[in-house]
């Protein structure tokens, strides 16, 4: 029972991310006849996306009011090591906020989450996510 759960949750995930991410140039959603290449113009590579589920520490929620600069104050700083903030959202539920972030390779990625963790207002949990494009390539890998 759990495993035909854990299946219909991830087949409905993966369904509204289609539909949340259809006009998105990295989900290589082009019509049939288009060129893939003209999607991403001028890169030879992708960096690694990633999303981070966050939650305010109690540090955190009493500086709430400086939230966003912080976040400005952060994307400046990394952004130095070849990682993009793409977005951030703030959020309600169980998560204080999302974050899409693009860095370079897995490790820089660990180093920026684990000095924002360092901080002390937050706590996150982040998932490496892959594009359309990534994914038929790992697909093709398939033994």
Known sequence: MKTKTTGLI?????????????DDPQMNTSKSGESKSKLIVGTDKVKPTYISLVKFTEKGIQNARQTTQRLADWSAKVQSMGVTIKQMYWTLGEYDQ?????????????????????????????????TAAEMDKILARIP
């Open 10 to 22: 991830f087949a409905l995930c993966f369904v509204g991310m289609a539909f949340c991410f259809a």
């Open 98 to 130: 999302v974050c899409i972030f693009e860095a370079p390779d897995d490790e820089t990625a660990a180093s920026v989450l684990l000095a924002a963790d360092m901080l002390g207002n937050i706590r996150s949990q982040t998932m490496r996510a892959f």
